[in-house]
């Protein structure tokens, strides 16, 4: 089954083939910071989390308000809740004038070619994850407006290995906001190797 298809039950998949109604019930029951083994390692099911949480927020907001929602709005707000895995290769930036489609893999390079660029850092890789496509390579995932990324490095050795991996992170979320306008809610840093 491929990404965003719906399986014999009529049930909406992730990548990884999670359910997104899952997802979409344990954001809306305040869960959304909760994750399973699964999703602790997963880049596609923490992605679809954040987005759901932000899309999610403004029905938190009114729930929080004590006022009734005009009619429809809870259903449009579904909609778009399930309109995010419509295109689950692709972050999706609405503007004015349409529709902008970024690639998880324009993500991956971003991020590779950043957290190179941060001293210390000798190569940054990516590496295939549990639950993606075989032989993709992926190791970042998108859904609507948000990215989870995850990097695979080798430091200099005698680099302060934390210090090293929080100014990737800060690094390689500017660097992929600036570039694709995309939301890096979640990056991780594997420090593979140390070289001399």
Known sequence: MSAGEQDAMGTERLVCGRSADELIDQVASGRGDRRDAHQQDCVHCRAALAEYSRLWSPVQDLAAEKITAPEGRFDRMM???????????????????????????????????????????????????????????VSAGVAGTSTVIEIVLAANYGEDLHALADRVRRTVTERVRALTGLSATEITVVIDDVLE
């Open 79 to 137: 909609s778009t809740l399930r309109g995010v895995l419509s295109e689950p290769d692709y972050a999706t930036l609405p503007g004015p004038d349409g529709v902008t489609r970024i690639a998880a893999r324009v993500v991956v390079v971003t991020a590779r070619r950043s957290a190179q660029q941060v001293p210390g850092v000798r190569v940054a890789l990516s590496r295939k994850l549990d639950g993606d496509a075989p032989g993709s390579g």
